[in-house]
Structures are given as C-alpha cells and as structure tokens.
C-alpha cells in the first residue's frame, strides 16, 4: 500500500500544508499521515499503515511536495498589525469596541457595527482565525463592501461570510457553519442554496466556544468560496459587488480574531457597476454607546440603543441635538425614521444650510411612518444639494461661508442612526477640461450648481455616479479625470459602455430619473 500513499503524498501538497499549519501536528509524526488521510482525505482508518517507518517516510514526502505551497503562503500580508488598526476604518463603532493586543483583535460586539479596510480589494485570499467567547455569538465578515453603511442598518452593502457560535443553532434558514449570503442591496447566486440567495455549508466543521477555528476566504472574479478548518464547505458565484472593502463586524457576540491576512491576486477587467461605492471621507458622529461628540436639550429625552439614537419625545415636542464639531463645507448623512404621523425632522448645517422636512418638497419623498429614510446633504462655497432617498430636491439657500455645527432638531418620537459627516474637499486641477460628453445615470443628480466639476480617486475605483467626498452638485454633473485616466473615460464613453453606472446617450443609453450626468476628459482624451 506504500505507492498509494507516495501518490497522494503528491497529489495534495495544498491540503497537507493547510492541514499541518491547522492542527499543529508535525508531517513527521507518526499519526500526522493516518490523520491526514482519515480527515482531509476521508480515507479508511482501517487502511492505515502500520509500519511507523513508513507513516514517518510518507510525513516526509509531503513536506517536501508542500514546500512551493509553503512559499505561496509566504506572499501573505498581515491586515492587523498595531493596536492603532493601521489600515482600518471605524465605520460605525468607537475604538472602545475594538482592542488589539499580543496579536489578537478582541470585539466587545457592542455596538453593532463593522471595521473596514482602508484599501479596497477585487480578487484576493484572506486567511484568519476566529473565535466566540460565549456561547450564542453573533459576528461575521463582509466583503466587497461600500464605504459606509446602508440606510436603516447598521451593515454595509456586501458578501457576509457568517461567523457564528454553536449555540446559535442550525436550521432551514441558517447554519453556525459558514453561511455566505448578500446583504442590503448585494447579489449573488449560491451553490447548495434553499432556494434564495443564501449559500449553505455542505459540512458541519465549526468548533464551539472558546475554541479557534480557521476561515479561508477566496474571492476571485465574482465568486467566494469558504473553507472552514481546512475543506472548502461553502461557495457563491455572480457576486455584486465584486470589488470592495473588507469588514469585520461587531454583531452582540464577544470575539476575538488573529493571524489575519491576505494574498492579492491579479486584478481583471471589472464593469465600473461591479464596484462598491468607494470612500468618501465620511466619519460616524454617533459612537452607538452614548451622546459623547453631542450635547442635548432635555438629555433625559435622547436614548442610545445600540447603533439607534432615539428621540423620545411625545406628540409636538422638539428636541435639540448640536454636534461639538463645527463644520464649513461639508457633506453629511443621516437616517431618520419618523415614528408618529406627526414627527418630523429639522437639520442644520449653519445659519442657511437648514433643511425642515415638513417643507412639501422634502416631505413628499419620505418613506411611510416606521420606514428609514436616508437625508444625504453637501454644502460647498456657499452652494447646497439635498438628496432624500435618492431623490434630488431643489435648494438655493444662498450663501454663508460660515463654521457651524450639525444640529438635529426633531419633533415627536423620531428615531436616527447612520450619521455620518465629511470634511473632504476635492480636488479640481486646472487644465484638464475639454468638451464634455452626456451620458445617461442612474443615480440622481443635485442641483443648485451649474457644471461644477470635481476630481474622482480614479476611473476604476471610483464610479462616475459616485463622486470622491460624497458631491454630486449641479443640475449637469461632471467628473474631472486625470490625465492617465482621461483616454480610459472618454473612450468609454464614445463607444457607448458603462463608465462608473453611467451608459453613453449617443449609443441608445435612456435617462433614469430624467437626469443626466457628464464626464469630462482631459487633454490627451480631447
């Protein structure tokens, strides 16, 4: 039996290693081969070798034939370094949450919320290791993820690869075993589905409590597959987004994660509607624990839960909310549900930045009672837009110039979250205008300024209908390119493909929302 064992001694280099590195047995143990064979493998146990020169020779050829799998292990770069989490972003969650320390990343899972990377990543494998300290825990990892999260949850838009504890249980809509699953706007198409969009581990193999266990996520071209400690159990295909941030998300459960690292793979060709909204500069202002960075009128009346900040006011009483930070230029985010027939929001951002959502205007775009919506504001040199759940609502409110803070003033119970504010002013460098080609967009265009152009991170990472520091301002929106990017936009452009959710009018593309948008391109693409 000794040539069936060197034979597959060669044949699964990849899974010996992993194997070795999982259950820190040495390849020249004696047990390592009839372990090996019995758990990787599913092979007989009574088929194992007796003789321990033989089991000890076996040990010794895998190691040799895992030795360029070794190497490729070694093209691994840490993602958690230093107790600052360089190269991370606190979406919604304070640094109290998170505590890095001999290694590992502890979560107190309050509140509910994600850490995301600063870069994005296409086609990667990230490798990691998890586990709950109490039974019944909740937390997960998002890939592909937006810069921030979606109206009315405390999420990103995403690929979640569940990360549960035992204890939480199995049933027809979930396992505690490695569940992958798009989440709030996202799509995929599972393998070993149940008939929705939610991929099924095909083998139970997570530990419980307190014990680790070993993700290894492959994200490449649109598909995700997860091998939980050491097999391959779970897989998606068609994912949307396919190009994003990395979240680590805080969901309840106490956890703590270590060895977390990545392996970039050669970036493809990518449709700019397969890339996740890219950073903005937007910071959370509300920690999901308390009223710190604000002060109240009637404090008694503001209540944190969680990642909710409610108003609790009965039918007709307002409330105060003012920021510590003041602001100039800026653009901000909030989520606002309206609890009573008789709610309703005021928002400051300066003496004449103010936007009161029973205003007609404003309020025929808002959501039933009970029902979020997303308030997404910027003011720049004087010059305002407001978009209310993706609608784009006329303001002129003139010009002030002056710092003020962000004041939230509601009226009735109303509850907020996901408030967000960034600083960020673009870039515009002169020069690199030319005639500018209309394309149709999906997304709503503000107005209130008139060919405004504003600079973008770069044609690929950053869709045209998703502009760098949040601005979507002028009724004819446009965004500038760089000089490396111009020929790329503008080429798109006039054969009529999608640039950044945008498709070329001149090639059949139709208006959505009767907007337009318009990219111009630099000098080398005039």
Known sequence: MCPAFVVLAFACPTLAFRFAVQTSLSPLDPAFVDSFLSTTMRYPLRYRVKAPIVRILVGILLVLAASNVAQSEDDFQPLLTDSPLTGWVRTNTPDSTWKFEDGVLYCTGKPIGEIRTAKMYQNFVMELQWRHMVPRGNAGIFVWADDITSRGVPFHRGIEVQVLENDYGNNQSHTTHGDIFPIHGATMTPFNGRGGSRAFPTEFRSKPAGQWNHYRIECRDGEVSLAVNGKVVTRGKDCVPRKGYICLESEGGVVEYRDVKIRELPATEIAPEHIAIA??????????????????????????????????????????????????????????????????????????????????????????????????????????????????????????????????????????????????????????????KSVSSPFPILTGVNHETHAIDSVPDTPAGRYHGGLRLGNRRSAQAGPADAAAVAGACREGAKTGGCQSEESGGRHVGGSQAFVSAGPAAS
Request: charge should be negative; aromatic fraction near 8%; glycine fraction near 10%.
């Open 279 to 436: 950073d903005r500069g937007y910071e959370s202002l509300y920690s999901g624990l308390d009223l710190e960075g604000w002060s109240a009128e009637q404090p008694q009346a503001w209540q944190s839960n969680d990642w909710v900040l409610a108003y609790q006011g009965t039918a007709g009483q307002r409330g105060k909310l003012t920021s510590a930070q003041s602001f100039g230029d800026l653009s901000f985010v909030v989520d606002v549900r309206l609890k009573d027939p008789a709610s309703t929001v005021a928002i400051h951002a300066g003496p004449v930045f103010q936007i009161d959502l029973q205003d007609p205007r404003w309020r025929s775009q808002l959501q039933p009672e009970g029902r979020w919506n997303r308030i997404e504001a910027v003011s720049r040199g004087g010059k305002h837009s407001v978009v209310i759940n993706g609608h784009e609502t006329p303001f002129d409110g003139g010009a002030s110039g002056e710092s003020a803070p962000l004041v939230l003033m509601p009226t009735g119970p109303v509850d907020f979250c996901n408030v967000y504010a960034s600083t960020r002013q673009p870039p515009d460098p002169e020069g690199q205008r030319c005639p500018m």
